[in-house]
């Protein structure tokens, strides 16, 4: 029965671990969710416009706007505020909305919306125009990089935790530009430190599947 106690519990630390992973904390300020937005709109207009007098204007804006701000090429070389030797499922990985999936204010995060529900993690999306490979269809890069953060985080529903060892990605169909999506992961099984998770990708709209992924997580003990 103690046994069981604590399995029970190493689940439910790494669940608030997800938690914490999804939730942006501390928040965004509203002015910092306003930049990030902008920005965002911004590099949709990039990859559509074609009038060189408005390529001019605007990229003369940017320039001024980067000289006025003192913005220079080389500044902080992580957006991490915690030290790198800190408790992993303790960091802070989404403060501010900067996850470079999951984070609301990231210049090119899709914003995947991860949360648990019963024994699988799910994470809803819609990609744009920035993620376009083919036309109309998600470029395949982004598909995986998804599931790297979904199914992966799904293997701390084994109550252990750790880094990507492989990640494999089947294509079955194209995904869509624009349409809902939700990623769901599960965790599999163990075999000594390795954790077996798989996931797949739901177009909303028709249920039908648009990839698979399975993947093994090497837990930190």
């Not at 300020?29 to 007098?53: C, F, H, I, N, Q």
């Not at 990089?145 to 990605?169: C, E, H, K, M, Y």
């Amino acid at each position: 029965m103690a046994d069981v106690s604590i399995r029970s519990e190493a689940v439910a630390q790494q669940i608030r671990a997800i938690e914490r992973v999804a939730r942006a904390t501390p928040r965004p300020s509203p002015a910092l969710e306003r930049l990030g937005a902008a920005m965002r709109r911004l590099s949709r207009w990039t990859l559509t416009v074609d009038d060189e007098a408005s390529i001019e204007h605007a990229a003369g804006c940017l320039d001024g706007l980067i000289e006025e701000l003192e913005i220079a090429d080389r500044g902080a070389t992580t957006r991490f505020a915690t030290p790198l030797d800190r408790d992993p499922d303790e960091r802070l990985v989404n403060a501010q909305g900067r996850h470079p999936l999951l984070g609301s204010t990231h210049p090119i995060a899709p914003h995947i919306e991860l949360r648990v529900e019963g024994d699988r993690t799910v994470g809803d999306v819609t990609f744009d125009i920035r993620f376009e490979g083919n036309e109309g269809w998600v470029h395949g890069g982004f598909v995986a990089a998804g599931f790297d953060i979904v199914a992966v985080q799904a293997a701390r529903l084994s109550g252990r935790s750790g880094p990507t060892g492989t990640l494999t990605v089947r294509f079955i169909a194209p995904t869509p530009i624009g349409e809902p999506l939700r990623y769901e992961g599960r965790f599999v099984r163990s075999e000594g430190r390795k954790l077996f998770s798989e996931g797949r990708l739901i177009r909303l709209d028709d249920g039908s599947v648009t990839a698979e992924a399975s993947a093994i997580v090497v837990a930190f003990d």
